[in-house]
């Protein structure tokens, strides 16, 4: 059964009026496999995009050499093959390529198609489902997001771990009557930043905020609004921050917060004017 031009493949296509394709069939006495049939990947000639013939292009007539669109392979001179369905940073190779990752991708798609009896874009689906679309780098952001997101954990469970331990050693020392309230120097656990240092000012504020956060969420409400009022004190614009927190933080949380934010001021104000005269002690020492 040869015709002019074509090859004979011992092969024949058939179509079965089912379904599920059966592993075998009888052509006379003989038992003969049946396999399904994968077509190749349909490439367009004219754009080179993969699912369409030149006939229903609507693309722009792309070089399958070079990937450019002001000439087409047979008077491409280009040294560099380039896949227009492809990015950038793989091995580069020209459209037709039989080894190029979309054509590799669209076979796979034609494969399931074929096995399962699905149509083109079921098929897509259950592809992309056992493919998830990340590249290298999302994938790289991905962990980094993930480890960052670990650390900063860390860093609070330690920073309340902190706050915890300071808490108990202050009420150790309210209960053996050495100190009361307003000599709690360390501001509910918080070494207080040095005010002339805007980087300490502004990495004290945020981890005030979040400590603050953090403690009223586990319902500790004293030692959250300790925490939330030294945020407000080395505020630049404590007033935006107030309006903030009153609209977050329930009523009474917010009460207290303005009872103790004087003494707040105050305890900072305290701490900055010790730092000013022991820096002022240490550049007379020198
Ligand atoms: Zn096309
Ligand atoms: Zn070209
Ligand atoms: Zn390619």
Redesign the pocket.
Do not use: E
């Given at each position: 059964m040869t015709k002019r031009g074509t090859v004979s493949t011992n092969n024949i296509i058939l179509t079965f009026d089912s379904t599920d394709l059966p592993s075998e069939i009888r052509v006379g006495y003989v038992k003969v496999r049946v396999r399904p049939f994968v077509p190749a990947p349909m490439r367009c000639f004219r754009c080179q995009r993969f699912g369409h013939t030149k006939d229903n292009c609507r693309g722009r007539p792309t070089?399958s050499?070079?990937?450019?669109q002001d000439?087409t392979?047979e008077t491409?001179d280009?040294e560099t093959p380039r896949c227009v369905n492809c990015g950038e940073g793989q091995t580069p190779h020209s459209a037709y390529d039989r080894s190029c990752p979309a054509y590799v991708k669209e076979k796979e798609i034609m494969t399931i198609k074929a096995t399962r009896n699905l149509p083109f874009k079921e098929a897509r689906e259950v592809y992309n489902q056992s493919h998830p679309k990340t590249s290298y780098a999302q994938k790289e952001a991905l962990r980094r997001g993930e480890e960052e997101r670990k650390a900063r954990e860390a860093r609070r469970a330690r920073l309340v771990q902190k706050a915890l331990e300071a808490k108990e050693a202050s009420s150790a020392d309210s209960a053996s009557g050495s100190r009361k309230q307003g000599a709690r120097a360390a501001a509910g656990g918080s070494a207080l930043p040095d005010l002339r240092s805007q980087e300490e000012v502004q990495t004290f504020f945020l981890q005030e905020v979040q400590l603050g956060e953090e403690l009223l969420a586990q319902g500790n409400m004293e030692d959250g609004v300790e925490h939330l009022c030294n945020a407000v004190a080395v505020c630049h614009q404590p007033q935006q921050l107030l309006q903030v927190l009153q609209q977050t933080v329930p009523p009474q949380v917010f009460q207290l917060l303005l009872q103790r934010l004087p003494l707040a001021g105050q305890r900072l104000a305290a701490s900055a004017a010790a730092k000013e005269s022991a820096s002022i002690t240490e550049d007379d020492v020198e």
């Open positions: 070089c050499k070079c990937a450019s000439h392979d491409c280009s």
